[in-house]
C-alpha cells in the first residue's frame, strides 16, 4: 500500500476520534494539541509523507485507536511506526 494512501487513511481515523486534522506551511514538524478545548493534529505541509506518518503515528498512539476500524496494511504501517518511534526514543536514552 502506498504511504499516501496509509496517510490519508490514518488522517481519516484522527477524524473518527474527533481530532482535527490541519495540513500548514512553517517552521514546524507537526504533533497533536488540544487548543481551546479542540484536538488538533498537525501536519506540516512541506514535508514528506514519511513524517506525516510519523506524527500521526505519534499522535494516535495516545488515542483510543483501536475504536476505530483499519485495514490490516494500515494497522501494520501504524504498528511499524510505533516500533521504529520506540527504537529511536531507546537509542536516545542510551545516550543519557
Known sequence: MKTSQIVKELE?????????????KGNFRGGYCIR??????????????EVHLAVLAGALRDLPID???LRPA???????AW???IDVEFEADEGD
Open 83 to 85: 516500533e521504529r518511534q
Open 36 to 49: 481551546e478545548d479542540e484536538e488538533i493534529l498537525m501536519l506540516n505541509r512541506s514535508h514528506p509523507l
Open 12 to 24: 481519516e481515523a484522527a477524524r473518527q476520534l474527533g481530532v482535527r486534522v490541519r495540513r500548514e
Open 67 to 69: 475504536t476505530v476500524y
Open 74 to 80: 494500515v494497522r501494520r504501517a501504524l504498528e511499524e
